[in-house]
């Protein structure tokens, strides 16, 4: 087994670190497409086992990734709690209805009884383990509450998510009561994830950028904490808040392992700030991908050089749907060669 990744989350020394991508299973890969054009559409994917262990090891195969992450959404979360969504071509999810009242609360199931209707997710999970073989890890992964209040609210992306954070300042003891159901169905979805045989789990908050440092305490990572104490122990728990540079204090303070970084924050800065508390992980540009190899090499040395062991390479976000595969398997290959 490939277990690099595992014994830098368990602070153990490693002769390289070891890399992936957010979104590595996707448009990137041919494999991927040609998967993808004879469902009917996304979510079908998301919900065959069989097909969604595919192209969950597709990268393993085809980039030489030391992980391979669970295919899946983080919008079946809303669903299995009652709030249907759709994944519309080129402009993202989009829910028909939004929590607007108490009584759209109140409606929402939660918990067990919610994670307990994810059983495709689970059954994921054991076929992708089956054929992964253990090869490399699998990570498991669910939306942050924060993140998933904001789809809740909104019905779609955003660029402000201004719906959502009215509703903070119009009705926080509802807010509350939502981000708790969320909490409570997240925990039990983590929790079965881990029974299943994910190797850790990673927690995307991709909208905490929108809040304020305050706010983010309130309606942020008090539900992510506690979300990580409800886990088994010593599970390897990585968490991404992205944009939320100025927590970076309560961020440190989180029982978990690893913490992620976008882009836009310096990577010296970090190696500055965590200064060994937390493993890192991320946070070269995205677009990096897009250059050619000499920039690509440089950007990545550049990276490499600043960390001396606890670090986990990635992009500080997602890969890009048409970044070209070359870039993609450079960066990887970049990072494979690399020597402490």
């Known amino acids: 087994m490939n277990d690099i990744l595992l014994k830098t989350l368990d602070g153990q020394l490693v002769e390289r670190p070891p890399v992936w991508l957010m979104r590595q299973a996707g448009r990137i890969l041919p494999q991927y497409r040609a998967v993808r054009s004879n469902m009917k559409s996304f979510k079908d994917l998301v919900k065959n086992p069989v097909k969604a262990a ?37 402009k993202g999810p989009m829910f028909p209805t939004t929590i607007q009242s108490w009584d759209d609360i109140a409606a929402l ?16 999970i054991t076929e992708t383990k089956d054929q992964l073989n253990d090869r490399v890890p699998l990570i498991g992964f669910t939306g942050a509450p924060w993140t998933l209040f904001c789809y809740m609210l909104e019905g779609e992306g955003s660029k402000t998510f201004s719906k959502a ?26 929790k079965i994830q881990i029974e299943k045989g994910v190797d850790c789990v990673q927690i995307f908050d991709s909208w905490a950028g929108c809040l304020g ?14 979300i990580l ?15 939320a540079h100025a927590s970076m204090e309560e961020l440190l303070d989180l029982p978990c392992k690893a913490l992620g970084f976008d882009w836009q924050i310096e990577a010296e800065y970090i190696a500055s ?8 992980q991320g946070n070269l540009d995205p677009c990096v991908l897009y250059a050619d190899n000499e920039e690509i090499v440089r950007s990545t040395q550049r990276l490499l050089s600043v960390f001396k062991g606890g670090h986990i390479v990635n992009l500080g976000h997602g890969v890009y749907p048409d970044t070209p595969l070359s870039g993609v398997k450079k960066f990887v290959d970049e990072v494979k060669s690399f020597r402490y």
């Open 109 to 124: 199931i939660d918990g067990e009884e919610a994670a307990l209707k994810l059983e495709y997710v689970y059954n994921a």
């Open 273 to 280: 700030q965590v200064n060994g508390q937390k493993v890192v």
């Open 229 to 243: 104490e409800q886990l088994p122990e010593n599970t390897r728990t990585i968490v991404f808040s992205k944009g």
């Open 213 to 226: 440092t305050q706010q983010y305490h309130e309606f942020g990572l008090k539900y992510i904490r506690w």
């Open 54 to 90: 595919e192209v969950t090891i597709q990268p393993v195969d085809e980039l030489g990734v030391d992980a391979a992450i669970l295919f899946s959404d983080i919008l079946v979360i809303p669903e299995a709690m009652g709030l249907d969504y759709n994944l519309v071509e080129k």
């Open 165 to 190: 954070r009215r509703f903070l300042y119009q009705h926080p003891e509802w807010s509350h009561k939502l981000l708790q159901k969320i909490s409570a169905t997240v925990a039990e979805y983590l």
